[in-house]
C-alpha cells in the first residue's frame, strides 16, 4: 500500500498476444521494476478460449480484450505497460497503447514498441545494439522519455531482453514456465 510522501513504485509491464490455429490465442505479460531489470519480477501466461477476428484498420478489437485479461491477472498491476505496436498511429488517432490508456485508469502510461513503422505513426527509430533496423517508439499518457527507455533496456540485441521474455513466453509458456 502506497503511503503519501512515499515515492510510488513502478511497475512496468512488457505484455503481447499470440495467435493460434482456431480462434483462441496466448496473452503473456513480464512485469519489472527498473527499466534497466535484467529478469522480471513476475510473469503471466493466460489462454484465451476465444479471440475476435481480424478486422483490417481495428487490430486493437482483437488485441486489447487479451491485453486486459492478462493485466487483471498480475499480482500488481502496472503503471506503465509497454505494448507490441504503436500507441499512435497518427497524431489524434490512437493505435493499441492509446486505446490500452482510454481503458484502463490505472495505467499512467503506455509505450509502443512496433518493428515497423506504420506511416504517419509519430513513433521515433530507436537503434539498440549493433542493429541498423530500428525499433519504433512512441507513448501516450504521461510522459516517461520512452525512446530512452526502451534504449537503456537490458539486452545488447534490437530487442530488449523483456521483449524478447515476453514474445516468447505467449509462444512457447511451456518452455518457460518457471
Not at 104 to 126: D, L, M, N, W, Y
Amino acid at each position: 500500500m502506497w503511503v503519501a510522501g512515499e515515492p510510488k513504485k513502478v511497475v512496468i509491464a512488457c505484455v503481447d498476444v499470440h495467435y493460434g490455429e482456431g480462434d483462441g490465442a496466448i496473452a503473456a505479460a513480464v512485469t519489472f521494476d527498473r527499466w534497466d531489470a535484467a529478469s522480471p519480477v513476475e510473469r503471466c501466461v493466460l489462454p484465451i478460449a476465444h479471440v475476435e477476428p481480424y478486422e483490417p484498420g481495428a487490430f486493437y478489437k482483437r488485441e486489447l480484450p487479451c491485453i486486459v485479461a492478462v493485466l487483471d491477472r498480475l499480482a500488481a498491476y502496472p503503471t506503465v505497460v509497454v505494448v507490441d505496436g504503436h500507441a499512435w498511429l497518427e497524431p489524434g488517432r490512437p493505435g493499441l497503447g492509446a486505446r490500452l490508456l482510454d481503458t484502463q485508469e490505472r495505467i499512467r502510461t503506455v509505450v509502443g514498441v512496433a518493428k515497423t513503422r506504420f506511416h504517419g505513426a509519430p513513433a521515433v527509430a530507436v537503434l539498440r545494439g549493433g542493429s541498423a533496423v530500428p525499433l519504433w517508439v512512441d507513448e501516450a499518457g504521461e510522459p516517461v522519455d520512452a525512446p530512452r527507455r526502451i534504449a537503456e533496456m537490458h539486452g545488447p540485441f534490437r530487442l530488449p531482453t523483456m521483449l524478447k521474455l515476453v514474445d516468447r513466453l505467449g509462444r512457447s509458456p511451456e518452455e518457460i514456465a518457471s
